[in-house]
Nanobody
Framework: QVQLVESGGDLVQPGGSLRLSCTAS????????MSWVRQVPGKGFEWVSD????????HYADSMKGRFTISRDNAKNTLYLQMNSLKPEDTAVYYC??????????WGQGTQVTVSS
């Protein structure tokens, strides 16, 4: 059974940092590209970042470049998102996701990030 469990969300002040984690099980983590997406309250999903299976290639949405860093530890089956210089508009539920087959995407339950003073 595929499971993705996010953690690390919290309330943080503008300019602060957080590191999100996503622990995966039920599939061979090291073989798949992983992604972070987020959902702002009342809005749709927004892609944040992705990383290839080996961790050597990463991509970011323009608004996250230079502030967010995606990484993974394949030995620990864990995906990370280091978020720095957080802004109120980064407030969202953050999800990790994986496409195990074309058109078949798995999501975690999400972790809430709130950026507010």
């Amino acid at each position: 059974q595929v499971q993705l469990v996010e953690s690390g969300g919290d309330l943080v002040q503008p300019g602060g940092s957080l590191r999100l984690s996503c622990t995966a099980s039920g599939f061979t983590f090291s073989r798949y590209c992983m992604s972070w997406v987020r959902q702002v309250p009342g809005k749709g999903f927004e892609w944040v970042s992705d990383i290839n299976a080996g961790g050597g290639s990463t991509h970011y949405a323009d608004s996250m470049k230079g502030r967010f860093t995606i990484s993974r530890d394949n030995a620990k089956n864990t995906l990370y998102l280091q978020m720095n210089s957080l802004k109120p508009e980064d407030t969202a539920v953050y999800y990790c996701s994986v496409d195990l087959l074309p058109g078949i995407r798995y999501w975690g339950q999400g972790t809430q990030v709130t950026v507010s003073s």
